[in-house]
């Protein structure tokens, strides 16, 4: 097994682990209870659900040992607290709008504190990437005391999210060198993506005005 003897090290025995592990597992339950509980109140105040899906995941022992190499971090405890994106949550919203609402309100929480705004929808990553991602500390409360647990949040739309997850799996599955041709048309088809994300948005601006006004 990769990274066997350092896995030891750091995360002991599988109960060990569990044990680490969990104030992570829990500040990821806080922050999805949050942004149901937002979506929810949305519903019944505006009969718009913003939220389309919430999908979350804790790092694996060994993708945490990876990322400390990747990273070039001491492979150590102190390391593994450097880390910002163990506990991750990724928000699939309906609109760009709701993007920038969904953030806005999770921020209000007097027990959530921003470290990081990566704004990747106003200034999108070389290759095409949209998103908006947060990095938040989140107040876990346990017998030793209360931690505050790092989590990444990432933001984005339907749209944005079938691109991400198509140009990955491509990249990742990919039998031959991926060439900049290729890369230039995956880049091409998120700027469509995005500009189709906009038109969408003012659709729903529009029908959403006119049934105000009813």
Known sequence: MAYEEELREIFGDEKECHRMMLPYRIAIETV???LETLDDEMKCTFEHSPIHNIKSRVKTPESIIEKLHRKNLEV????LRQLTDISGVRVICRYVDDIFYV???????DDISLVRKTNYIQYPKENGYRSL???????VYRKEGVQLVPVEIQIRTIAMDM????EHDLHYKA?????????????KCAEDIAATDLEMQNIYRELNSKWKQE
Request: aromatic share 2%; no cysteine.
């Open 133 to 139: 991602h947060l990095i938040v500390n989140v107040p």
């Open 76 to 79: 150590s405890i102190n390391g």
């Open 32 to 34: 999805k209870t949050k």
């Open 103 to 109: 953030a806005q309100l999770l921020l209000l929480h």
């Open 175 to 187: 039998t031959h060198e991926v060439s900049d041709n290729i890369n230039q048309r995956l880049k």
């Open 163 to 166: 691109w991400a997850s198509l």
